[in-house]
Nanobody, 121 residues
Framework: QVQVVESGGGLVQAGGSLRLSCAASGSIFRLNATGWYRQAPGKQRELVAGITSGGSTNYRDSVKGRFTISRDNAKNMVYLQMNSLKPEDTAVYYC???????????????WGQGTQVTVSS
């Protein structure tokens, strides 16, 4: 079994910072690509940032220069540092992990339960 758990969300004023963490645990052989998504009320879930197993990153235009995604492969952790937060960043943030389990050499996708980020103006 694999679990993916996000933490670090909360309420912050515009211009502030938050650091989200995502911990993958269980029968994990190796993480592949990982990413952070967000979903605001009434809107579709959207990709915020992604990072490959080799460390290549990509960001949606609206967060470039403000957000930084990183990972610690040894700890099966993924992070999202969010600076200069804006009210439009308010959403539930989800961690997405593609990984190979220890049980079988099959690439599977797992999602966390989400963590709320609220940015007040």
């Amino acid at each position: 079994q694999v679990q993916v758990v996000e933490s670090g969300g909360g309420l912050v004023q515009a211009g502030g910072s938050l650091r989200l963490s995502c911990a993958a645990s269980g029968s994990i052989f190796r993480l592949n690509a990982t990413g952070w998504y967000r979903q605001a009320p009434g809107k579709q879930r959207e990709l915020v940032a992604g990072i490959t197993s080799g460390g290549s990153t990509n960001y949606r235009d609206s967060v470039k220069g403000r957000f930084t995604i990183s990972r610690d492969n040894a700890k099966n952790m993924v992070y999202l540092q969010m600076n200069s937060l804006k009210p439009e960043d308010t959403a539930v943030y989800y961690c997405n992990v593609d990984l190979f389990t220890s049980d079988a050499p099959i690439l599977s996708r797992y999602w966390g339960q989400g963590t709320q980020v609220t940015v007040s103006s």
